[in-house]
Nanobody, 124 residues
Framework: QVQLVESGGGLVQAGGSLRLSCAASGLTLSNVNMGWFRQAAGKEREFVGRISRRSDATYYSDSVLGRFTISRDNAKNTVYLQMNSLKPEDTAVYYC?????????????????WGQGTQVTVSS
């Protein structure tokens, strides 16, 4: 059974940093492209970023480019989302997701596995 479990969320002041982790089990992480999405209250779930299987390609939404960094440690079956210079508008539930596809990675429907999410709240 595949499980993705996010952790590391919490409350932080604007300008601060958080690092989210996504621990995977039940699959070989090195075979899977991993994405991060977020969903603010009352809004659609939106793409944050994605890292390829071998970490040779990363992509980010314009809203987080230059502030967020995705990395992965396949040996530890874990993916990370380092978030710096946080803003109140980054407040959301953050989800990690896994996909065997290499295209349309900003689309929710292309992901095969999802975590349960972790809340990030940024105060002004």
């Amino acid at each position: 059974q595949v499980q993705l479990v996010e952790s590391g969320g919490g409350l932080v002041q604007a300008g601060g940093s958080l690092r989210l982790s996504c621990a995977a089990s039940g699959l070989t992480l090195s075979n899977v492209n991993m994405g991060w999405f977020r969903q603010a209250a009352g809004k659609e779930r939106e793409f944050v970023g994605r890292i390829s299987r071998r970490s040779d390609a990363t992509y980010y939404s314009d809203s987080v480019l230059g502030r967020f960094t995705i990395s992965r440690d396949n040996a530890k079956n874990t993916v990370y989302l380092q978030m710096n210079s946080l803003k109140p508008e980054d407040t959301a539930v953050y989800y990690c997701a896994g996909s065997y596809r290499s295209t349309y990675f900003a689309e929710k429907g292309t992901y095969d596995y999802w975590g349960q999410g972790t809340q990030v709240t940024v105060s002004s």
